[in-house]
């Protein structure tokens, strides 16, 4: 199958229903019709922009990246003060710490923005490892994050 008929079809899939995993993705495409390896379902969730959030129900789910009218700036100023809750820098990288679930939608952020003081990002369930090239470039990183971090949070 094409990549254009199938990545359509695991859009449709995801808007539709609540998929939380490869596997999961994986056996529906089945159902529908549609074979693929797990590695070419890794790939069409990086190329589509496919983050985990967090469903109604509280499953955790994939959904798209959506991009928003805002500039790009305004995205990451609001994505870092609505799930920021702390950030550390080690030499060249930022260990960003957010709300459970949020540090995969902030790395999609920061990927889609294309910074040139970010090599690349790291996610995990409520962690994020920004990478830059120079520790003077993961300081303006780190300035940038501190800025608009939540101040009202308990836990730092």
Known sequence: MKKELRQ???????????????EELMNVLKENGITATQATISRDIREMRIAKEQGENGKIRYAIFKESSASEKEKLQSSISETVLNVVRVQFINVIKTLPHNANVLSAVFDGLALEEVVGTIAGYDTLLVISKSEEDAQEINRLIAKYEQKDNLGK
Not at 8 to 22: D, F, P, R, S, V
């Open 8 to 22: 359509a079809k695991i859009a449709q899939l995801i808007t539709q229903e609540e998929i939380g995993t490869q």
